[in-house]
């Protein structure tokens, strides 16, 4: 096995609102973090979407998008991703359009057809037009179309400006095989959210390549996201990580609440079958040392043959975050 990565690195981030923080700082942690990311050699940092969540602060996905990009040169900047069934077609292609204008070449858009949030806050967002993603490919081509209008047969009424002859990569998500099938047919790259729903990640990204046809690409491109919390040895390195496992022990038991700090003895946290259940939902987070995480993320690419992988975490301190990170990039 070679010292190194034979796959570019890149970073998924929410904007992580901890214990005691704040919107601000969570922001402001955001840039810090996609600082240091370009110079450790980071492909792309992506923000996601996600509503009414008390731990999350990228839900105006678009505008911590320019945040990051204003205050960073060379790394792509994007949405990992944009929930379109939560927006009109023609206003993402309007927002993604002044990116590109504002900086180009640097720019991706991820879509995702799930609401990034429970029910009452999806009916909230979607008001009237009450699109529950059944109409995802209709959504997708709509947007496509406003980038590029000689996809239209007709000349269309409304026109997207900015957005109309923006080069803006677009990618599918997927949790799930929808995605994964749609990009494949479309010939779209793919990337798959492997960080909550590891049990479908190596099917979900044999199927993608198995039924990709040329498209928009020749060949096909998946990248796959995934936890990892890195520190100087895996006891550290496991340490950072109850604060992630406290978090996603919040959703089980419906509380959702900030990043919280970590604990030393998950055993007094949570109980056997809440263990066995996070288990399922983080079986594929790869915690520890820089020779540990080495090892796990070479089997883990191994196992996916991921094209890139996105890496995914949360960690309590902004300094223990920023480490983790650098340790990674190490890896590359």
Known sequence: MSNNMKVPLSILDVSPIV????????????????????????NRFWLAEHHNAPNIAS?????????????????????GGIMLPNHAPLVIAEQFGTLDALYPGRIDLGLGRAPGTDHLTAAALRGSRGSNGHDFP????????????????????????????????????????????LSAQLGMP??????????????AMNLYRSNFKAGVLDKPYGMVAVNVIAAETDEEAQYLATSMQQLFLG??????????????????????????????????????????????????????????????????????????????????
């Open 19 to 42: 214990e005691g923080g704040s919107v601000k700082q969570s922001l402001q942690n955001t840039l810090d973090l996609a600082q240091h990311a370009e110079g450790w050699g980071y």
């Open 190 to 203: 793919f990337a798959f959210a492997g960080h909550f729903s590891p049990n479908f990640t190596v099917p």
């Open 138 to 181: 209709e959504q997708l081509e709509k947007l496509r179309a406003y980038f590029d209008p000689s996809r239209n047969e007709y000349v269309p009424a409304v026109r997207a400006i900015p957005g109309e002859g923006a080069e803006v990569p677009i990618w599918l998500l997927g949790s799930s095989d929808f995605s994964a099938m």
């Open 251 to 332: 959703f089980i038991r419906n509380n959702r609440a900030p990043v919280p700090p970590p604990v030393r003895n998950m055993d007094e946290v949570w109980s056997e079958h809440e263990k066995i259940a996070l288990e399922h939902q983080l079986g594929s987070s790869i915690i520890g040392s820089k020779e540990t995480v080495r090892e796990k993320l070479a089997q883990f690419i191994e196992a996916t043959k991921a094209d890139e992988i996105m890496v995914s975490s949360y960690i309590y301190n902004h300094q223990a975050r920023l480490r983790s990170y650098e340790i990674i990039s190490q890896l590359m």
């Open 59 to 79: 839900s105006a996905t678009s505008v911590v998008i320019a945040h990051v990009a204003s205050g960073t040169n060379t790394i792509r900047v994007g949405a």
